[in-house]
C-alpha cells in the first residue's frame, strides 16, 4: 500500500506533464488536468516550441547536451581515477584528503555558486561554456562512492600481479582496474548526468547570453513570460504550451540515457557477483 503511494506520487506528475502537452492554452487553463483536453496539439505543440525565436530551444537542447555529456563524463572519470587512489595507495596525507572530500559532501552547491561566479569572473570565463562545465567536472560524492567501491571491487593481490609482470601503474588502471570499477563509473555517471542536467542555479548566476542557456534556465525564461514575472507584468499565456511541451522534450534524453546506462550497470554488477 505505502509503495503503491509513493509510485503513484512520483508518477502523477509525470502523467499531468504528459497529458498536458498535448493541449493549447485554453485547454490548460479550462480542462481537468488529469485528462485530454479539447482537441489533440501535441505535434503543433512540438513544432512550436522547435521553431519559436529561430529554434532558440535546440541551441538550448545542444548546450545542455555539452554540458551534460563533457560534465558528467568528465565528473565521473575525474571521480574514479580520485577514488581508486584514495583507495589503492598509500601517501602522505591520504586521510586527510580524504575527511576533506567527506566534508565538501555536506556543502550545498547553492552555497558556492556566488564564490564560484566570483573566482570565474576574475579569470574572465563568465557567460562561456567554461563557467558551467568547469564546476560540474567536481563530484565530492563521486569520489567518495568510488573511493568506497574500490576498496571491495579491486583486490590488492591482482595489482601485485600486475606489478610483478611489469604492467606500469598507468596501465594497470586503464586495463584492470577501470573495467572492475565498470559498474561504480556507470553509477557516478548517472548521478552526474542527472545533476548536470537539471543543473539550474549556477548557469543562472554565470551566464547571461541565452545563446549559452541550459533548457533549465531557458524553460524558466519562457515561464516567466507566460507568467508576467519578465518584468512587463502581462502574461503571455500562449507560452505555456512551449514550457509544457519543451518540459517534456527535455526529460526525454535522460530517460533514455538511464535505460541504456542500467544495462552496462546491471551487467557489471552481476559479473562481479560470481567473482572468485
Do not use: C
Amino acid at each position: 500500500m505505502a509503495m503503491g503511494l509513493m509510485l503513484l506520487y512520483a508518477l502523477l506528475p509525470l502523467v499531468w506533464l504528459l497529458l498536458s502537452s498535448t493541449k493549447d492554452s485554453n485547454s490548460l487553463s479550462t480542462s481537468f488536468g488529469l485528462w485530454f483536453g479539447h482537441g489533440f496539439h501535441l505535434f503543433d505543440n512540438v513544432w512550436n516550441v522547435l521553431t519559436y525565436d529561430d529554434g532558440i530551444y535546440l541551441r538550448w537542447f545542444a548546450n545542455t547536451l555539452l554540458y551534460a555529456v563533457v560534465g558528467a563524463g568528465g565528473a565521473a572519470f575525474i571521480s574514479t581515477a580520485a577514488g581508486y587512489a584514495l583507495a589503492k595507495y598509500r601517501f602522505r596525507g591520504r586521510n586527510v584528503l580524504a575527511a576533506v572530500v567527506l566534508g565538501a559532501i555536506a556543502i550545498p552547491g547553492t552555497a558556492l555558486a556566488v564564490p564560484t561566479y566570483l573566482l570565474f569572473s576574475k579569470i574572465g570565463v563568465i557567460d562561456t561554456p567554461w563557467a558551467v562545465l568547469l564546476p560540474s567536472l567536481v563530484s565530492p560524492f563521486g569520489v567518495y562512492l568510488m573511493r568506497v567501491y574500490a576498496i571491495g571491487a579491486v583486490p590488492d593481490s591482482m595489482l601485485e600481479a600486475a606489478r610483478i609482470d611489469g604492467s606500469g601503474e598507468i596501465r594497470t588502471f586503464f586495463t584492470i582496474s577501470l573495467r572492475l570499477l565498470a559498474p561504480g563509473f556507470v553509477t557516478v555517471l548517472l548521478f552526474s548526468l542527472v545533476a548536470t542536467w537539471n543543473n539550474y542555479f549556477l548557469p543562472l548566476i554565470v551566464l547571461s547570453d541565452p545563446q549559452w542557456f541550459p533548457l533549465t534556465v531557458g524553460l524558466n525564461q519562457w515561464n516567466a513570460l507566460a507568467t508576467g514575472a519578465a518584468g512587463s507584468g502581462a502574461t503571455t499565456t500562449g507560452f505555456y504550451p512551449l514550457v509544457v511541451t519543451g518540459s517534456v522534450l527535455a526529460i526525454i534524453p535522460l530517460v533514455v540515457a538511464f535505460l541504456f546506462l542500467q544495462r552496462f550497470w546491471q551487467s557489471g554488477l552481476a559479473a562481479g557477483s560470481v567473482k572468485e
